[in-house]
């Protein structure tokens, strides 16, 4: 059975920084695009960033460009977010995902994991 485990989540201060962690089974990484994604409470899910297969391209959206890094470790079979320079907005609970597109479309992404709650708060 596939399964998708995220982790790293918590309270942190605003400013701070979090490593969320996408713990792969059953699927091998490498083979997938891996999607960040996030859902705050009252809102649509936010398609964040995605990682394509062979690292080729990377995708930001705009609330987070350039505070947050997506990668993957191919040996851990494991995806990546490192968010750093958190603000209050982007509490929210996050959830990684694999697929085969190259977007951040939800409908393009096969597995998804359970979700890990960040809170930015001081």
């Known amino acids: 059975q596939v399964q998708l485990v995220e982790s790293g989540g918590g309270l942190v201060q605003p400013g701070g920084s979090l490593r969320l962690s996408c713990a792969a089974s059953?699927?091998?990484?490498?083979?997938?695009?891996i999607g960040w994604f996030r859902q705050a409470p009252g809102k649509e899910r936010e398609g964040i960033s995605f990682i394509s297969t062979s690292d080729k391209t990377t995708y930001y959206a705009d609330s987070v460009k350039g505070r947050f890094t997506i990668s993957r470790d191919s040996a851990k079979n494991t995806g990546y977010l490192q968010m750093n320079s958190l603000k209050p907005e982007d509490t929210a609970v996050y959830y990684c995902a694999a697929g085969w597109g190259s977007s951040v479309l939800p409908a393009e992404y096969h597995f998804w994991g359970q979700g890990t709650q960040v809170t930015v708060s001081s």
């Open positions: 059953e699927i091998t990484l490498d083979y997938y695009t």
